[in-house]
């Protein structure tokens, strides 16, 4: 569990405080998105988590312990942290950078060789393929998994992500995102991240917190702050297409079905509303059958998407 | 040729004369060197964090670099005398502007991205330097090594003017006698010295990021 209680940052010289009086809470193995325009104090907030920036006031807990009375860098030991682009060792091997911090925490040979195997292959890279590899020798994908594996490697249970897939192109971002949620989902860890993506802060928060100029003016589940931005900013900055991205948050299983069939080509049951609406408009109908049985329609998923009335 | 014949001929008859001042000579280069190095490298990373200081830092060592060595030789002599010490401090004089601006620079362009990885995984400061800075910095020191050895060599040759021996004695013995042979003797030596460490630092710059960068390895 992840705790911000009345967090404070003012540089010196700065007329405003780049972060002010911030309290957060990011409820043990959930993730919440920290979002907001450039300026907006979330990458100061990510950064006094593990202390690369030291806030000027304020409080953090990590699992009920007081970082800021901890060693700093012990503290960072503790915490997996992802940035841009990776951050990757140009100089060390696949796995000697994957090794880092187990090397740092004084492991022995063997456990640090397990371990760097086993991070690999929870990230969906072969070991034996790219253990040896150069940074420079990989995909921009594969360094960003490659930068994932070796925030997992000492196994902490907080992670911090500074734009983790601003570097790689849309395709491969939409599956790394796919792929690295669940495997945090699956793991239970505990996960601050830090986006200015709407779309992948709704995808990878279970809850997303807006920030402007500082301060925290929303923090709700995804799907109830597209749904009910609250607040005029944070309802302009989500965009006008909101509503979609919310349906985009759903999948046929989780809405209502409809028992009679309907003619056209069937939807799997995975498919998002979102895609499942844009299939209508594709095929102009107000209905389409779903291969597990039955029909979604287009009234359905007018009352599921349409705002805070109806909010499931 | 009778020059040629003459060189060999000094060198056959004064072998001993000969090694004494190609050792005078190599003592001084790796002492002045070694000296400016350490003088340098940790002046550089020291420096290299903090923006102001590092462009002073820079500024200040180009300075250093247009003091022609002669002068700085000239300077000494009332404040160190004669002899070894006060040439091998013009050396590492000499020595210290590549080796600092190469440091500051290497350490400066190495990749934001993995310096801040670095911080954040929990490296300390002394792992974070010995361990990621440096290394990233390397092919650019390397190369200031070597520039710092190159003219380190060639400037051992004005060692001479203050005692401080080396191949330089050779040079304007050779002069003054107007021994034609031992002059080109020692004109010869240097030069291939000079060669020689822009060969060797050659190599170890381009040991130095064997394999991780992104030229073919």
Redesign the interface.
């Known amino acids: 569990m992840i705790t911000l209680r009345g967090l404070t940052k003012t540089y010196p010289g700065a007329a405003q405080p780049a972060v002010a009086d911030l309290t957060l809470t990011v409820p043990e193995g959930t993730s919440c998105a920290l979002i907001g325009p450039s300026g907006c104090g979330k990458t100061t907030t990510l950064r006094m988590v593990n202390r690369l920036v030291e806030p000027t006031s304020g409080e953090i807990l990590l699992g009920g312990q007081d970082a800021l009375r901890m060693d700093a860098v012990t503290l960072r030991r503790g915490i997996g942290y992802v940035i841009q682009e990776g951050g990757l060792f140009p100089h060390r091997t696949v796995a000697e950078n994957v090794a880092t911090v187990p090397r740092l925490l004084g492991w022995d040979a063997a456990r640090i060789a397990a371990r760097v195997e086993a991070a690999l292959s929870l990230v969906g890279l072969d070991p034996g393929r790219f253990r040896d590899r150069w940074p420079h020798q990989l995909s921009g994908g594969e360094r960003q998994r490659v930068g994932v594996a070796r925030a997992l490697a000492g196994d902490p249970p907080v992670l911090l992500m500074d734009e983790p897939f601003g570097a790689v192109d849309p395709v491969v971002r939409a599956r790394l995102q796919d792929e690295v949620l669940h495997l945090l989902r699956s793991l239970r860890k505990t996960v601050l991240i830090v986006t200015h993506d709407v779309e992948e802060a709704v995808r990878l928060g279970d809850a997303v917190a807006v920030l402007r100029a500082g301060r925290l003016l929303r923090h709700a589940p995804a799907a109830e702050i597209l749904a009910d931005p609250g607040d005029p900013f944070v309802a302009e900055f989500l965009g006008a297409d909101r509503a979609l991205t919310r349906l985009g948050l759903f999948i046929l299983a989780d809405a209502p079905r409809r028992a009679e069939a309907a003619p056209g080509t069937p939807l799997p049951p995975g498919t998002s509303l979102r895609d499942a609406l844009a299939a209508m408009l594709a095929a102009g109908v107000r209905a389409l059958p779903v291969t597990d049985g039955g029909s979604v329609t287009l009234d359905d998923l007018l009352t599921f998407g349409g705002g805070p009335s109806h909010a499931a | 040729m009778s020059t040629l014949g003459g060189a060999i001929a000094w060198l056959g008859a004064n072998p001993g004369t000969f090694g004494t001042a190609l050792l005078d000579h190599l003592l001084l280069s790796v002492t002045g060197l070694l000296i400016g190095i350490a003088i340098a490298l940790p002046a550089g990373v020291a420096v290299a964090r903090r923006p102001r200081l590092a462009e002073a830092t820079i500024a200040f060592a180009g300075l250093l670099r247009t003091l022609p060595s002669l002068a700085v030789l000239a300077a000494l002599l009332p404040l160190l005398g004669v002899g070894f010490t006060p040439s091998v401090v013009a050396l590492a004089i000499t020595a210290i502007p590549p080796v600092l601006v190469n440091t500051v620079i290497g350490l400066n362009t190495a ?1 934001p ?2 310096l ?9 400061p002394v ?1 974070r330097a010995v361990g ?1 800075e440096l ?2 910095a ?1 092919p650019l020191v390397f190369a200031g090594l070597r520039i710092a050895a190159v003219q380190v060599v060639s400037a051992a040759a004005l060692a001479t003017f203050i005692g401080g021996g080396g191949l330089g004695d050779l040079v304007t013995q050779g002069l003054a006698l107007l021994d034609t042979g031992r002059m080109l003797v020692g004109a010869v030596a240097i030069a291939a010295l000079a060669l020689l460490a822009e060969a060797g630092f050659g190599l170890l710059e381009r040991r130095a ?1 064997a ?4 030229a073919p390895a």
Do not use: H, I, M, S
């Not at chain 2, 801040?116 to 300390?124: E, I, S």
């Not at chain 2, 394999?211 to 992104?214: E, K, T, V, Y």
């Open positions: 990749d991205a993995a801040d990885a670095a911080r954040g995984l929990g490296l300390t792992q990621v290394p990233l390397a990021a394999g991780w960068r992104d």
